[in-house]
């Protein structure tokens, strides 16, 4: 590896609208059976982390953009003490990344500069496998890739997808109207309140067919009818509720790139009072569908390329840049969309390390206008449902579980970082 090296495409937004109130850090946690041990887990982390050079990193400002150089710091492991997501500071060593400790819950936190869900992703499972091993649990990999710490870093792990994959031509942008934000009494600086839901991924996956829909599609309906029920409908907006799906391109493009490859889809309604989940749901379906075939996407990447190239001319200094790259996050992503759901799927993981795991956890970031996220991953037949914000109400988390619990009579387990923030899932009108 050299050196140094340039952002990615995605990766150059994020120095320039991350603030207090946007930390741009996403969080990974692994609930498991016994106590972390700290002193393994460091000695997993100092092994692992050679293995992923482009992770192993500091963020430096240049004159004309950002870029990444070595950190030949050692990555120490830390008790979790504070809210998840919160900024990266001077005391993660020069790191963009956090691997964290509490009681039985493992985590790994990443600023979204350094890579997207799939990229960290890897690294957590590298990291988890050597912490069994260390432990003398032998763990089967014969059917699940885990990077291992003794093989050769492929060039193709540190590539900028979006660069590889871009095509010169014309791309297509589209002028779409300001969505519907929620609000609400601000937390204290860098606070988030967490709230889980616990659910069978089998028997909501059925439900989600029942519908016509797949889980995403069907979780994104019942998130964008409850934000209606809990408060727009009290307000009488007529802006549209849309939710921002990240979409990994890595399934439509060639790429085993380890930093960023997404794209992010927009799906929404125009709500009406006598609108139900049944009739969303297809709705949803078909907008995810059209807007995931390789076509829709290959114009997204175009467009982000060249939006990134229309403002990289050598002699426009950085901070001139940063101020074009918050004015397009903010009317391109902030401005036009109500909540993020990211929705990473299946956590693939030996069956020799799931039975010393009870569940995974994926927690997005709130932002100004979006203030809370919501993250969705399973391990096993668990799924995990993670609502993370930066505003004291809780409304429409609880209108959302209750809805799952009482109109679907799914069996939820509920719980949070706040204990104010608990609540028996059952609904109220």
């Known amino acids: 590896m050299y050196k140094w090296y340039r952002l990615d495409n995605a990766a150059k937004v994020f120095p320039s609208v991350t603030n207090q109130r946007n930390s741009s850090v996403f969080r990974f946690s692994v609930v498991l059976k016994e106590p972390v041990k700290p002193d393994i ?59 964290l400790y509490h009681h039985h819950r493992l985590s790994l936190e990443m600023f979204h500069a350094l890579a997207d869900g799939s990229g960290a992703l890897e690294l957590l499972k590298s990291i988890l496998y050597y912490y069994f091993e260390f432990q003398g649990i032998e763990i089967d990999t014969s059917q699940q890739g885990i990077l291992k710490a003794n093989e050769t870093v492929k060039s193709q792990e540190m590539e900028d997808s979006f660069s590889e994959n871009y095509t010169p031509v014309y791309a297509e942008t589209f002028s779409s109207p300001p969505s519907y934000h929620i609000k609400g009494i601000t937390l ?13 991924s089998k028997e909501l996956n059925a439900i989600a067919k029942s519908y016509g829909g797949s889980i995403t599609s069907y979780l994104a309906s019942v998130l964008i009818y409850s934000i209606y029920h809990a408060r727009a409908k009290q307000q009488r907006t007529k802006k549209p509720i849309v939710i921002a ?34 009739e969303l749901v297809p709705l ?13 996407l290959q114009s997204l990447i175009n467009h982000n390329v060249n939006f990134e190239r229309n403002i990289a001319s050598k002699f426009i200094p950085l ?8 004015i ?24 020799t390390m799931l039975e010393h795991i009870y ?14 996220a919501c993250g969705v991953i399973s391990l096993g037949e668990t799924l995990s449902i993670n609502f993370i914000k930066n505003i004291a109400e809780k ?25 104010k923030a608990s609540f028996d899932p059952t609904i109220t009108e």
């Open 284 to 296: 949803v379906q078909e907008m995810l569908v059209q807007k995931t075939n390789k076509t829709y």
């Open 188 to 200: 204290d600086e860098y606070e988030t309140s967490v709230i889980s839901g616990l659910v069978n």
């Open 245 to 278: 799906v990240p979409v990994n391109l890595r399934k439509a493009f060639p790429s085993e790139t380890l930093r960023n490859f997404f794209s992010v889809i927009n799906v929404g309604a125009y709500m009406t009072d006598d609108m139900t989940v049944a």
């Open 395 to 419: 409304d429409i988390i609880q209108y959302f579980f209750s809805y799952l619990a009482a109109q679907e009579e799914i069996n939820i387990s509920v719980y949070s970082n706040d204990l």
């Open 41 to 99: 887990l460091q000695k997993a982390v100092d092994c692992v982390m050679p293995r992923f050079p482009m992770f192993s990193v500091r963020l430096r400002q240049g004159v004309f953009w950002n870029y990444l150089d070595e950190n030949q710091q050692p990555l120490k492991v830390k008790p979790d003490e504070m809210t998840p997501c919160t900024p990266i500071t001077p005391e993660d060593q020069g790191y963009s990344l956090r691997v």
């Open 319 to 326: 901070f001139i840049k940063k101020i074009a790259v918050r």
């Open 328 to 351: 397009g996050f903010g009317y391109l992503s902030e401005r036009r969309k109500t909540i993020n759901l990211t929705n990473l799927g299946q956590l693939s993981l030996p069956e």
């Open 359 to 372: 569940h995974a956890e994926v927690y997005a970031y709130p932002t100004q206008k979006s203030p809370m």
